[in-house]
Every structure is written in C-alpha cells, then in structure tokens.
C-alpha cells in the first residue's frame, strides 16, 4: 500500500496525456486538477504524520523509471503535434499542461534523482533538467543552496517581504550565475580549464543549444517559441516552490564566515497527504534538508518544522497575490 500511494503520479502523466491530446476543456485537464481539485482536497483532508518504514525501496525506484520515459514521450508528442493546434484556448490549455509536466517531472523529479549518488541516476536527472533548459540547477541546488539555504548568499532563499515576481528575477539569474562560479571554483582547484569540456556548465550549454538548434529545424520557429514558452512555465514553477520551501526563513550568522547550522525551523514543510505522495514527498523539506542522500519514501514529518497551513499547490497560488501571501506568511515566521 506504501508503494501504492506514490503510484497517484501516474496521474499527472495520465490528465497530461488527455490535456496534450485533447481539444478546449480537455486540455486544461491537467491544470484544473493540479491547481482545483489538489488544494480543495488538501484545505479538506488533515495533514497526515504518517512515513513509511520500509527499506526495500527496488519499487519506489522503479515508479521514477516509469514515469521518466513516459514524461520524455509525452515530451516528445507535444513537440511533434503543437504546431498542429491553430485554437488559441486549445493551444494555451496545452502549453500549460507541458509546461506543468516539465515542472514536476522535467525538474522537481529530476531533483530527487540529482542528490543520488548512482551514476545512472544523475545521468537520468540531468537529461530531464535539459528538457526545460534548466540543467544547471543540478549544480547550483546540490553544491550551491544545500550548503548556503537560509543565507543572503543562496539565491533561492526567498528574503521576507520579497514578492515572488522579484524573486522570479532574482533566483533565475543570480542561480544560473553562481553555478557557473562554482564550476570555475572546482575546476580552479584541480588545475583545468574553464573554456573546456571539463567545465560542466560548458557542456550543458552545448547540448541545450543543440536541443534548441534541432527543435527549431524539426518543427520551425513557431514550435520553437511555444517550447520556450513551455520550459519558462516549468521553471517558474520550480522557482515559486523554491520561493515557498524557505520564504522569510534565514539562519544567524555565528561569525564572518559562517553561520549556524541548518535546523528544521529552516524549511516551511507541508505534511498534506494527496501533494506529499504527487511530489515524491517535496513538502517533506526539512528532513531533505537535514540529510539529502535519503530517498523520497524515507523522509519524515518533523516537530520542530515551520509548518505551512496548506499543501504547495494551494500556496503556490497564494503568492501569487503578494498581499494576501505576506499578511499569512508573516505572522507564521518565527
């Protein structure tokens, strides 16, 4: 049954294959469910402190390398019929319904793989980061804000009383910056070559490059743009959950070089049953954050987390009205 909770992601495969393939409110299936159906249920049903105890996680794994091809499939179809759709509602509802699948599959799963230490793994979770040209967050978010979170220092730490616009811009480009400094900063250390294949950034560049080069030749340029348009929502989606998991949160500065450690306090965390089992327990962020090595079935509601009083989804929509967002968050931050 443990291992059959998590099988609800094959629904967003399943609302993303009828959105892609529908016509006017089918394509919006997808959406409606991620942001209707998941935050109603979440204000109705309670939070539930259950974890699984289970160490055979063969399954658990498994579910990842199901729903990976089939994500890069629908990837795929999507490239190959959206120059079809000539309806502007049609064509909207399906963008929207890409763009959520490159987020939480495209990103959000490729997070979980990217803190792996199989080699296949990371492979995996970099070629699904490069389906949404953000492949550099493999860098940034397991060397950069794993050590730097709660800090002025890391860019996806939401500072309090930053609208999630500001942080949009903000994150995007300090992010992509600072990953490019750290692959300088390890090739420094070793004695290469920062122009070179050795520099990952280097070699994420060239394959998002050709990806785009081969999108725009296969499909044209109208394709081209829409697959822009579709990986700038996956991204942003990614980056309001960011601007969520530690808004307002930062740690004390012990002395000039160092700060205190990361506490569970660090993390807003959700313990909303229908969103823990659809994100692979994302919301689960402090046990994460404590030790990033452990796999998604094994993470575990904590005590002294700051708790958000809906799942993601329903929050990801709050901040998105920056007064109501500030005046609920606010009067929550310790």
């Known amino acids: ?71 890069i499939a629908l990837f795929v179809y999507f ?126 560049a060239l394959i998002q490059v050709c990806l785009i080069v081969v999108v725009g030749i296969a499909f044209g340029i109208s394709v081209l743009g829409i697959y822009a348009v579709t990986s700038l929502f996956g991204i942003l989606l990614l980056e309001t959950i960011n601007y969520i998991e530690h808004y307002g949160l930062t740690r004390k500065k012990i002395s000039n070089a160092s700060y205190e450690r990361v506490q569970d306090i660090h993390s807003w965390n959700a313990d909303h049953l229908l969103g823990r089992t659809l994100l692979f327990e994302l919301t689960r962020h402090s046990h994460h954050h404590a030790n990033s090595l452990i796999k998604y079935p094994l993470l575990e509601s904590r005590e002294e987390a700051s708790q958000l009083p809906s799942g993601y989804p329903g929050m990801m929509l709050l901040s998105l009205i920056p007064p109501l967002w500030f005046k609920v968050m606010h009067k929550r931050l310790p």
């Open 1 to 71: 049954m443990s291992v059959l909770k998590y099988c609800t992601s094959f629904v967003f495969i399943f609302l993303g294959y009828l959105s892609l393939t529908g016509t006017g409110i089918e394509t919006y299936y997808l959406l409606i469910f991620s942001f209707v159906c998941i935050p109603l249920f979440e204000l109705v049903l309670p939070p539930s402190k259950s974890s699984n105890s289970s160490k055979n996680l063969v399954l658990y794994d498994v579910i990842l390398y199901l729903l990976a091809p089939l994500y």
């Open 79 to 204: 490239l190959i019929t959206i120059g079809e759709e000539h309806n502007t509602a049609s064509l909207i509802g399906k963008i929207t319904a890409m763009g959520l699948l490159c987020g939480i599959f495209g990103i959000n799963m490729a997070h979980e793989l990217g803190h792996r230490k199989s080699k296949f793994d990371q492979f995996l979770a970099q070629l699904l980061l490069s389906t949404t040209q953000y492949t550099h967050f493999f860098i940034e978010h397991n060397r950069g804000h794993h050590k730097r979170v709660g800090t002025l220092e890391d860019p996806a730490t939401a500072r309090k009383g930053e609208t999630v616009y500001g942080f949009w811009v903000r994150v995007i480009t300090q992010s992509y910056m600072s990953a490019w400094h750290l692959e300088k900063s390890r090739l420094n250390r070793l004695g290469g070559n920062t122009w070179s294949m050795q520099n990952a950034m280097v070699r994420y």
